[in-house]
């Protein structure tokens, strides 16, 4: 999520720190591993706020963009990627993406977690992850697409 | 009834595509991708790209001194007389 490793460690001992100063508020409302995982990615997001790197808030992400909605033109059928991804490209095009579609395309599709469990961590409408997922592999595409004509001139 | 049979607009199918993929139906399937190139690239790709997504970011192994340096984050924290950090009043975790 914050694309090094050193600060990844960092915010893995903050999540841990965290843990132990809020872990008698737990209340049990929720699965233990959810509490957990919420509490890590604040950790995350407020790392991404203090860098200044979180072009879209969570919030932001969360709240449909009309200028981004589905009447867009999505180009010819011959500038597909045509089933192939470089995957240096798709990597930076993930690190490019705004903190709150990263955050929902790497615990979906990365991670691997279903859409009502991404609902509860960040509490929002299960129809909220799916719509923010698809916006995220949207932009991805274009980015790689991008990339990929720029490959082509080259 | 002709209404009914009318065929889908791009961007009407691409209203329903979140929800179409998010609920795990065979969205190759629907009526429109079958007569509609555009539609058939767009959600080729988006397919290939959560594919892919599978294979990025290995996991990386914490290294073996992590758990050290938390611990004694957490001990530094104690203090001496053992007396637990602060916890804020009603600070349970939330995304804001």
Known sequence: ?154 | MREKNRMMSCEEFQAQLPELIGSGENAAEHEHIKTCDLCRALLADLETIAEAARQLFPVVEPPDNLWDQIESRIKNEEGPDGARGRVPSGAVPHPQ
């Open chain 1, 1 to 154: 999520m914050v694309g090094n490793i050193a600060e990844a460690e960092d915010l893995t001992q903050e999540a841990f720190l965290q843990l132990h100063r809020k872990i008698g508020t737990f209340r049990g409302d929720s699965a233990f591993s959810t509490w957990l995982h919420r509490l890590a990615i604040n950790v995350v997001l407020m790392q991404l706020r203090k860098k200044g790197l979180s072009l879209i808030s969570l919030d932001e992400a969360m709240e449909p963009a009309p200028e981004e909605g589905p009447g867009r033109s999505f180009g010819a059928p011959d500038l597909t990627l045509a089933g192939a991804i470089d995957r240096l490209a798709l990597e930076r095009a993930v690190a490019d993406l705004p903190a709150g579609y990263r955050l929902i395309f790497i615990l979906h599709d990365v991670e691997g977690f279903e859409h009502n469990e991404i609902a509860a961590m960040l509490d929002c409408s299960i129809g909220n992850s799916k719509s923010q997922l698809h916006k995220a592999r949207l932009k991805l595409r274009e980015a790689l697409r991008a990339h990929s004509q720029q490959e082509a001139r080259l």
